[in-house]
C-alpha cells in the first residue's frame, strides 16, 4: 500500500521558519494534485497551500505571501515552506496527493499529519 510519509513539524516562536515535506512510498504516478491541509481543534480542515502538475498554485487567504509549496512528481513529493509562521499557524497540517492515468484509475493519499505548534 503507498504511504505518504510527513517530516519536519515542530514548535517554533512567531516569525520564525519550518519546512515540512511528504514522499510517497512507493513511488506513484499520474499525479494531478498536491497539497497541504491544516487541522485546528474546533475547526474544519482548511486547504493551506495546493499545486497541479502543470505549476498552478493556490493559497489560503491566511498564508499567502508566507508559505510556498513545491512538488516534484518524478519523486512523489511535496514540500511547503512556512515562513513568518504566527501563532494561527499552529495544527496538525496533512500532505495529499491526488490522481490517475484515467477515470476509474483514481486514487487519493493522505498523509499521517506532522504537529506545528508556533507559540507566541
Known amino acids: 500500500q503507498v504511504q505518504l510519509v510527513e517530516s519536519g513539524g515542530g514548535l517554533v516562536q512567531a516569525g520564525e521558519s519550518l519546512r515540512l515535506s511528504c514522499t510517497a512510498s512507493?513511488?506513484?504516478?499520474?499525479?494531478?494534485?498536491m497539497g497541504w491541509y491544516r487541522q485546528t481543534p474546533g475547526k474544519q480542515r482548511e486547504l493551506v497551500a495546493a499545486i497541479t502538475s502543470g505549476g498552478w498554485t493556490n493559497y489560503g487567504d491566511s498564508v499567502k505571501g508566507r508559505f510556498t509549496i513545491s512538488g516534484d512528481n518524478a519523486k512523489s513529493s511535496v514540500s511547503l515552506q512556512m515562513n513568518s509562521l504566527k501563532r494561527e499557524d499552529t495544527g496538525v497540517y496533512y500532505c495529499n496527493v491526488k490522481g490517475g492515468p484515467y477515470s476509474g484509475r483514481d486514487y487519493d493519499y493522505w498523509g499521517q499529519g506532522t504537529q506545528v505548534i508556533v507559540s507566541s
Open positions: 512507493p513511488s506513484i504516478f499520474s499525479i494531478n494534485f
